[in-house]
């Protein structure tokens, strides 16, 4: 898959995958549920399961992969969502 072990490529994808789900999720809620009033930027749970997500690939690249250099830019996007969401 990733042949390169790079930080920069796991920041970006710690900071795509929560992009991604949150519009999958929006998605689902809004046309399928027909629930207009979701906001996946208010919703806590929402977020915190892509952070659950996050640390899922996290795991998968520091101990299935071997990828050292990207999962610590994953996990350095990860801490950063994370911190946001406490935030609000």
Avoid: E, H
Avoid at 10 to 37: E, F, Q, R
Avoid at 52 to 58: A, C, G, P, R, T
Wanted: proline share 2%.
């Amino acid at each position: 898959m990733f042949k390169k072990d790079y930080f920069f490529v796991g920041v970006v994808l710690g900071a795509l995958l929560p992009l991604i789900i949150s519009v999958i999720i929006n998605v689902v809620y809004k046309m399928l549920l027909d629930k207009t009033d979701f906001d996946i930027m208010t919703s806590k749970p929402a977020l915190m399961g892509c952070l659950i997500l996050n640390i899922l690939l996290f795991r998968v690249f520091m101990v299935n992969l071997k990828k050292y250099t990207m999962a610590k830019g994953l996990l350095l996007a990860t801490l950063i969502f994370a911190f946001l969401i406490l935030m609000k």
